[in-house]
């Protein structure tokens, strides 16, 4: 796999959690201490060259460089949006280009990050999905779109909040994500707290059984229809997984006290917008700890999908509340930069590819 090694078989540090660098360390011969020097090194000094690691001998600096190498990502691009919003385009080491998106809200500052090249998973109003599967992301390709943004904000501006809703199903990819959550909540690396870091998926179940055990970040789900009917004509997993059995695995999620799915919801018009879809949205959820997020549909030119009113949103959203179950609506961010809710990987303001 590309992004791991180099073409002289070196390791991508920036993709070991601190135990396998330690591993590494102590293969070299070199006492266990020194893997934590390195880790904070790369992540928390952010050096371009082993070099730059100043309490490290000579000798053990160049074994290193024989051994491993500091994988970084190339912004290619960054636009920014009526709105603020900020998109940026990183090209990878093997050419493949992968997106993220900075939100700014009020006291927020919002990081969308992604985790694979394109996805695998289908879903019939998704943009990304249009570009199949193409590749997961390393640990250190998902991990470094969050510390060279960091890089790249203006004055004053600090990340307040991660989510991984850009590219890419990232239960799918879970082995890479772990790594890359734990450098992001690692204090020694980029020092986030779990609270801040929200992880979202379209439903795999056992992916989401393995996060909940492994990590305590927020969890989201893309669950968009009130009906196995309407989720099987647009999301092929429910076929596989459907609303019964999610649900009841997320019922029975082991959540940090106080924790709440999100369960994002999608509206688009005539589709799964009525009052009656509300009514059984909201009996669905009632065993579980939930909250909604609705999502208008951000309107493309590649379907024939509609946004709802806002009235037609916000009759919704009373109805959701009034039955007992916190529910907000995500603005439309981006929209004239494609950088959007489901737009990412692809100009939405194209008509040909
Ligand atoms: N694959 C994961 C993470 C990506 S999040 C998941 O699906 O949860 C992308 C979110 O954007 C999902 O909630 C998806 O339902 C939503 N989405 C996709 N296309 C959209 C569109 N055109 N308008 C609004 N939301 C969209
Ligand atoms: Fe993939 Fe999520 Fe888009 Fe579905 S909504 S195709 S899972 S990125």
């Not at 289908?122 to 779109?145: H, K, M, W, Y």
């Not at 997984?241 to 940090?256: K, N, V």
């Not at 949103?313 to 959007?340: N, P, Y």
């Amino acid at each position: 796999m590309p992004p791991f090694t180099d073409d002289r078989d070196r390791v991508d540090v920036r993709s070991l959690s601190l135990p396998e660098i330690r591993d590494l360390v102590q293969g070299l011969g070199k006492e266990k201490f020194r893997a934590l020097q390195v880790y904070k090194w790369i992540w928390q000094r952010k050096i371009a060259s082993f070099q730059e690691m100043t309490n490290i001998s000579k000798s053990f600096r160049a074994e290193l460089g024989e051994r491993a190498f500091l994988y970084e990502l190339a912004l290619e691009r960054m636009e920014r949006s009526r709105d603020g919003t900020r998109k940026l385009a990183w090209r990878l080491r093997d050419g493949q280009r992968v997106e993220s998106v900075l939100i700014p809200g009020g006291e927020r500052l919002t990081l969308c990050i992604s985790s694979q090249v394109g996805c695998a998973m289908g879903c019939t109003f998704c943009l990304t999905g249009d570009l199949g599967f193409v590749r997961n992301l390393s640990p250190a390709e998902i991990a470094l779109q969050v510390s060279q943004a960091e890089g790249l904000l203006d004055a004053g501006e600090r990340i307040s909040n991660i989510v991984l809703m850009g590219m890419g199903e990232p239960l799918a990819n879970l082995d890479n994500v772990l790594v890359a959550l734990g450098i992001l909540l690692d204090e020694n690396a980029l020092n986030y707290s779990h609270r801040k870091i929200t992880v979202s998926t379209a439903g795999l179940v056992k992916g989401l059984v393995r996060l909940a055990d492994a990590s305590p970040v927020n969890l989201a789900v893309s669950l968009n229809a009130s009906t196995d009917g309407q989720r099987d004509a647009i999301m092929p997993v429910n076929k596989a997984h459907g609303l019964g059995e999610l649900l009841e695995i997320c019922r029975r999620l082991p959540l940090p006290a106080g924790k709440r799915i999100t369960f994002e919801y999608v509206m688009i018009a005539g589709f799964n917008d009525s009052l009656d879809d509300a009514r059984r949205l909201l009996k669905m959820l009632r065993p579980v700890k939930a909250k909604v997020n609705l999502i208008p549909y951000n309107e493309n030119p590649h379907r024939d999908l509609e946004c709802p009113s806002d009235e037609v949103v916000g009759a919704f959203q009373d109805h959701v509340v009034q039955g007992g179950i916190q529910c907000s609506v995500r603005s439309s961010r981006g929209l004239d930069i494609s950088a959007a809710c489901g737009q990412l990987g692809k100009r939405a303001t194209q008509t040909e590819e």
